[in-house]
């Protein structure tokens, strides 16, 4: 088999099993606190990948190092999936994986508004525009059909969720902290996970190891295997082998997996107007990267001159 072949099944792989991680988080918390799911996910998946680097002879970080990667394991990991873990408990997967895929928004509303990095351009507008009005959209369907109070909480700790990891990003962006990426993913993982831990039991979101049932431990396990690994290492080989433009492409696909595993899996209700809000906020989220892009490449070419 040809390793561009290879590349386009590790592309599929990662968007299919990455979606399809926001139905068996829903499935974790119903038998599980969302933020004790994250924690035991985080810790045993940051374990087994510092664990792996470290028998291959990887040096351990420095005290500042780690401290650094707790500072972006805050964003990327405790935030991000310690929020979007326990939101999933009030809202649905699919909801809450199109949330997620607004996070090049904040990252562009980030770089325009707090580091000057980029100005916003017409098709900035517009993407922006969309990808407000699709969730919009969704939001006024599911809404009728789900507690207000908790719905409400779910859609904030989504967005919470959702601008936590867009912060994550400008920082990697920045290359804050000198490890190797992966070593490093996992020691975000690790030390995340004892943050998400620690609020768990600070806010009650927790049960004794042994009143976990098994179906919430097989989600853990699907999780942690196919979610932060295998998925992972199909990323990692897409990037490799297919541009970064069409790698990308995954985010604006794990949605999609998530709204159809969710219905049918999870019986959670989809509807057209379901599914048009969800491709006008794709759309958005896709002319907010073009705009971006475009820029950079027209700066590119201005240099060069």
């Given at each position: ?24 988080s ?31 002879k ?68 517009v ?36 601008i936590g ?63 932060s ?77």
């Amino acid at each position: 088999m040809q390793v561009k072949t290879k590349a386009y099944i590790a592309f599929a792989a990662t968007s299919i099993l990455w979606g399809s991680t926001w139905v068996m988080s829903k499935v974790g918390v119903k038998g599980l606190p969302g933020l004790q799911l994250s924690a035991i996910r985080q810790f045993i998946a940051g374990s087994l990948i510092v664990a792996f680097f470290l028998l291959r002879k990887q040096p351990m970080p420095s005290a500042k190092q780690v401290l650094q990667l707790t500072g972006v394991g805050f964003f990327t990991f405790f935030l991000s999936n310690g929020l979007s873990t326990w939101s999933v408990a009030y809202i649905s997967s699919g909801l809450a994986a199109l949330i997620a895929a607004l996070y090049p928004l904040f990252v562009v509303l980030l770089e325009l508004f707090i580091t000057k990095k980029n100005k916003p351009n017409a098709l900035t507008f517009v993407g922006l525009f969309l990808g407000i009005s699709g969730i919009v959209l969704v939001f006024y369907e599911d809404a009728s059909h789900h507690h207000a109070g908790n719905y409400v909480t779910g859609i904030l700790l989504c967005l919470m969720a959702t601008i936590g990891w867009s912060i994550g990003t400008v920082l990697l962006s920045k290359n804050v902290v000198k490890v190797q990426p992966q070593f490093g993913l996992g020691w975000q993982m690790l030390t995340a996970s004892v943050l998400i831990g620690l609020l768990s039991l600070l806010t009650g979101q927790h049960i004794p190891l042994q009143q976990i049932p098994l179906f919430s431990w097989l989600a853990l396990v699907y999780l942690i295997a196919v979610g932060s690994i295998i998925a992972y290492i199909a990323f990692l080989y897409t990037m490799k082998h297919l541009t970064p433009s069409v790698a990308a492409l995954y985010a604006y696909i794990n949605p999609i997996v998530a709204l159809l595993i969710g219905a049918v899996a999870l019986s959670e209700k989809l509807t057209v107007l379901n599914m048009v809000g969800s491709i006008i906020t794709l759309v958005g989220v896709y002319l907010v990267n073009k705009s971006v892009r475009f820029k950079k490449t027209m700066i590119a070419d201005a240099d060069a001159m």
